[in-house]
């Protein structure tokens, strides 16, 4: 049995972005099933990653940003025409039972490897969103010269969905959106998940002053909604809140962000430290795709969590009374200042962990896929 796990990012090397933790949480989770030695992984990186795991391909990416808009408009996104050659060459030479598209951007390769297909062979295309969604938010809220990469990731994105086998993606929202637009049903639904980290000695004891911590790597929606954060919801709060902000190169926006009580940390090898620290869990994200990851990583540690629909969106939160969807800075506001006068106050509250032990582990999702991925496997043996 062989599958090739054809990632559209390197994810292999470190996780401290949500895209990336969700490809490693789909190669585990295929590894688990199917065993490491029948993975193959092809993707894209100019570091050499061929020790991070088994049977790792990785094939030059673009270098610059006018390599990339250059690919983009042959419909080859991250990678040139001469890398796209020697790809279809490796997959051909493999003769995979299923090839898993662990994005949907890269699409357009489909339409090349097909006249190498097994006629048995099963594509598998994984949505961590909806790519014309996501770009095109993009256009609208960060720069217009994103509209060159909006046409091919459409175009690419458009390609698989009409060909593949079997769609998977995150919630019922990005299904929704797939029926939508590409006319197709969504097969099978798998949520973000965590592996169990949390460590119950390390909780801490709530101080008199109370630390809100946002966790989000420099990244559009996140950069927008923390500022928005600071300048409308922060100046209203409590003089005994303040704000932590961690995550993948924020240290960007600490000269923008940084103040009195706002503390910019960025980059950190674990989060772990930071959660364990804070009262409350803020996130002001207001506009995305597909789930948010750091959702899931915050009910781990059963945090007490503030955040807008989109924070929330593919999560089941009914009845926890300690995650709370803030429609506006108002709700934000009523909120914090709601929990600093609240004499029983915790850094810790089970019903958030054990929301993400039922529904967002590893364990709590892993053997239904595995009977659906054998499934497929079978089929592909007919």
């Not at 049903?185 to 592996?195: G, N, Q, T």
């Not at 300048?231 to 303040?242: A, G, H, K, R």
């Not at 582990?361 to 054998?374: G, I, L, S, T, W």
Request: hydrophobic share 40%.
């Amino acid at each position: 049995m062989k599958l090739v796990f054809l990632a559209g990012h390197e994810f292999l090397s470190n996780q401290l972005v949500g895209g990336r933790q969700g490809s490693f949480k789909n190669y585990q989770l295929l590894s688990w099933i199917y065993g490491e030695e029948n993975i193959y992984v092809v993707t894209f990186s100019n570091i050499d990653i061929s020790q991070k795991a088994k049977n790792v391909m990785a094939f030059p990416k673009h270098r610059n940003r006018v390599e990339q808009y250059y690919n983009c408009l042959f419909l080859r996104n991250g990678y040139s025409k001469s890398t796209e050659k020697k790809l279809i060459k490796y997959i051909a030479t493999l003769q995979p039972d299923i090839i898993f598209f662990d994005s949907t951007f890269t699409g357009n390769l489909l339409t090349k490897i097909k006249k190498y297909y097994k006629n048995s062979m099963q594509i598998i295309a994984y949505l961590h969103n909806v790519e014309k969604n996501h770009v095109w938010d993009k256009v609208i809220h960060e720069n217009i010269l994103y509209f060159f990469p909006y046409l091919s990731y459409y175009k690419n994105e458009k390609a698989l969905l009409q060909r593949a086998d079997y769609i998977m993606g995150l919630n019922m929202r990005d299904a929704i959106e797939v029926d939508r637009i590409y006319h197709r049903k969504m097969d099978y639904i798998l949520p973000v998940s965590y592996i169990d980290v949390f460590e119950e000695q390390k909780i801490t004891q709530p101080e008199d002053r109370i630390t809100l911590l946002f966790v989000g790597a420099f990244f559009g929606p996140n950069n927008q909604g923390i500022q928005w954060f600071i300048e409308t919801v922060l100046p209203y709060c409590d003089n005994s809140v303040n704000l932590i902000i961690i995550g993948k190169d924020m240290e960007k926006l600490q000269r923008q962000l940084e103040g009195e009580r706002v503390t910019v940390v960025g980059t950190v090898l674990s989060t772990a430290t930071y959660y364990y620290r804070a009262d409350v869990v803020v996130l002001p994200i207001l506009y995305g795709n597909g789930m948010k990851t750091k959702t899931a990583e915050a009910m781990m540690y059963g945090k007490y969590i503030l955040g807008t629909k989109e924070a929330f969106e593919g999560y089941d939160i009914e009845a926890i009374d300690e995650m709370v969807v803030c429609a506006n800075a108002v709700d934000f506001i009523r909120e914090i200042n709601a929990y600093t006068k609240n004499e029983k106050r915790s850094r810790f509250y089970d019903s958030v962990r054990n929301r993400f032990l039922e529904k967002y582990e590893h364990n709590a999702v892993k053997n239904d896929f595995k009977q659906f991925m054998k499934n497929i496997y079978n089929k592909a043996q007919e």
